[in-house]
Nanobody, 113 residues
């Protein structure tokens, strides 16, 4: 399965973006997550949605980000609201709790005025 993230861009603080992850194959049996990596930082898992649709978030994005999946379309989306400068990073999607697929290029999110 190949994973392609899209939807990033430049947004002002307080703004919103919706990221989408398109998989080249079926994802119904995969626990999926959104990760981000800021310059000089480790890659961080910020949001997950398991095969049953249960979601979880790192504290720094709780109540601002929402992850969803569409198994029929093989997509996983990340709705990001109330964006902060510290959300600036390259965002990736991949599995979690299981073997990772190859990392795609990710999508750059920049939050700046």
């Amino acid at each position: 399965v190949q994973l392609q993230a899209s939807g990033g861009g430049l947004v002002q603080p307080g703004g919103s973006l919706r990221l989408s992850c398109a998989a080249s194959g079926p994802i119904f049996s995969l626990n999926m997550g959104w990760y981000r990596q800021a310059p000089g930082n480790e890659r961080e898992l910020v949001a997950t949605v398991n095969t049953g649709g249960f979601t979880n978030y790192v504290d720094s994005v709780k109540d601002r980000f929402s992850v969803s999946r569409d198994n029929a379309k093989n997509t996983v989306d990340l709705q990001m609201n109330s964006l902060k400068p510290e959300d600036t990073a390259v965002y990736y999607c991949n599995t979690y709790g299981m073997i990772w697929y190859a990392w795609g290029q990710g999508t750059q999110v920049t939050v700046s005025s």
